[in-house]
């Protein structure tokens, strides 16, 4: 049987604590800005087809 008699620190460092919750919040707003870049992207990229769609029906109904 081991025992350890060394004492661990029960928590991490305040510093490290906070160091990590900065990285948390650095990752977390980098992936918040990511989903809205493709919601964006797919959101323009619809608007884009519908405005070739609302084009071609419009030259049809003009000329044809």
Do not use: C, D
Request: no cysteine; proline share 5%.
């Amino acid at each position: 049987m081991e025992t350890n008699l060394e004492a661990r620190p029960a928590r991490p460092p305040i510093v490290r604590r906070a160091a990590a919750g900065v990285v948390l919040i650095v990752a977390a707003a980098l992936a918040v800005k990511l989903v809205i870049g493709f919601v964006m992207a797919i959101f323009w990229t619809v608007v884009a087809i519908a405005v070739v769609v609302a084009i071609i029906w419009a030259l049809k109904t003009l000329i044809w």
